[in-house]
């Protein structure tokens, strides 16, 4: 939310009680929740040069015949909902501009300027000058294709609210309207679409500008859709290929289907009538992405369809996305919306917004058929091994990590980093800490309950019958302590230490503990090439063996190694990014390895000391000794019979 800025001088200040200035603050809150509500905010979007990467935006303001403004506030958001990272989008805004007056459209009009003053990095001060009405115009630069930020070019235009509408400061409550004027013989779609079947709606009405924002648009001569029901909900498969499909895109639907069924078989059925899973295949070997939206999702594939392994890393975002209807859009940590986007994101629940969404993204292929118990085993092995080997999971908590957000999400670093050696992810983490809760609350209660029941539990108390806390959405967003409240009851024991140690803390979590209710156990073998020496390669460098991180306390870090070295020779023998490893394999431990690397403008030789082995695999294994009641609860949670 916005909270007015309001300013005193210092000395009155000093005078005023604690309680007053509570007081104080609490009015200034509502009143910048609560301004009166405009009379119209129509948003009109135009795009006349693809070329040029230009989206041109109007924005048309009608006052309430009563009121009385001296100025209105225009703000770009400084970041957007489901991608933490701060990314400043009024870097992209130019030639701004206010007139007196609204135009009637296909008129032509010569509205007077008004004055505009640049309040600060987001925000545009327009003056009124004693008039009701108010156009704004101007233009953002996109071209990026991805769930966060717009691309406008002569393919096809793809916009994202947050990084190209601006919102009417303490008006973000208000209704709004959006009116698309595509180019010549390019169609619209999006998840809002009532006009669907004609093909050629070019106007929405919107409860409030976060609900517009939330509405990823394609608009482009040449896609395709598909469609399917489960339970009276229409699902729409929209795909852009920029390359071949190989003829796999009837399958992919087919199989998306299975996924829908299987994520509405454990939540029920959803609120909405219709939903759009909105996909590119990019084709460009860089754009990837996902987002989840109320009634869409926005997912872009860097490779083909037709290409190996696109369509199952599809249909891995299709999973983790469309679980993320409720797990996130509806269910919700506090702070998720409505939105203040002058100030990062402060959070401490994407652990399980994001984290566990993780986890039943995989589990339901599982369940959808898609993949067997050994490929869902083998993909929480995986994760198991690289939280395990990050020297970041010893130094930082799940919910530390959730708080961590806007530095890791993505976030651009202008200066060099340690993040590597001292953060965790809370999409791994919080995978991992969902895997092994399901599966203690399933032991624990004989199969009575577990991590689905938690969740129905969360979604039916916070969303579906708590009283609206907010203009945004219904219901009201929960706390990890509600989170951690809820859990207890439904399983009918204390988690009190479960969340101590593990969620706030950073002990190992107890993968035998859980794994052996199901018949299952964790283990920890030394890998093949067991040596890393500390040395992680920067694989964003195609060029050359390039370092990107170095371990703390490593052989690589006792020889002086650093981020950004490039790795000529090890051993006096040429190495590559695809045989470090194997090169170090070679040795054992204590071995007095040479190695030489160049540093700016200059040639450096060092000798590595090798210590113990420092790269081990988790594996995930069936118990020997594993009976059949550990077999059958094993099956009703990958299968949720």
Known sequence: MLIMKRTFKLLRLRRLTPLLLLVIALSS??????????????????MSRPVSHLFEVTIEIELAKDAAAKSLDFQMPKWSPGRYAVFDFAKNVQQFEALGGICPVEAKCKLPAFPVSRVDDQTWRVAMMNTHNLTIRYKVFGNDLSGTFSQLDTRHANFNGGSVFMYVVNHKP???KLVIEPPAGWRIINGRMVQRDRGDQREWQFPNYDVMI?????????????QFEVDGKRYHVIIHSFGAEGGKRAGLVRDIEKIVRAETAMWGAPEFDSYTFLIHFA????SGDGMEHLTSTQIIEPGALSEE?????????????????????????????????TRPLNTRGLWIAEGFTNYYGHLMKRRAGLSDDKAFLRRESQTITAIENAP???????????LAAPSLDGAPHAQQTNLANTSISYYPKGELIGLVLDLIIRGKTNGKASLDDVMRRMYEEFYLKSPNASYYLRGRGYSTDDFQRVATEVAGFDLSEFFSSYVRDVQVLPYNEALGFVGLALIREQARQPFSAGIVVDWQDP???????VRPNSPAENAGLQAGDEIIALGKKNVTRENLLVSLARYKTGDRVSITVKRDRRTIQATLLLGE???????????????????????????SS
């Not at 939330?214 to 598909?226: K, L, N, Y």
């Not at 084709?283 to 860089?286: S, T």
């Not at 060029?543 to 991180?549: A, N």
């Not at 594993?626 to 094993?634: F, G, I, N, V």
């Open 283 to 286: 084709a460009d070997d860089h």
């Open 174 to 176: 208000d209704p709004v």
């Open 613 to 639: 082995p420092d790269r081990f695999e988790y594996r995930i294994d069936e118990r020997k000794d594993a009976t059949p009641q550990q077999k059958t609860l094993r099956a009703a949670w990958l299968t």
């Open 29 to 46: 809150t509502a009143f910048a929740q609560h301004d009166q509500p405009l009379r119209s905010i129509t948003y009109r979007l135009a």
């Open 214 to 226: 939330d509405t990823p648009t394609e608009i482009a001569p040449d896609w395709s859709e598909d």
């Open 392 to 402: 970041g999971s010893s130094l930082m908590s799940a919910e530390d990590s959730s």
């Open 543 to 549: 060029e050359s063996l390039t370092i990107g991180v």
């Open 309 to 341: 392994g696109v369509y199952a890393s599809a249909l891995d975002t299709v999973a983790h996305e469309f679980f993320h209807v409720w797990n996130v859009k509806r269910l919700r940590p506090v702070e998720l919306g409505p939105w203040d986007f």
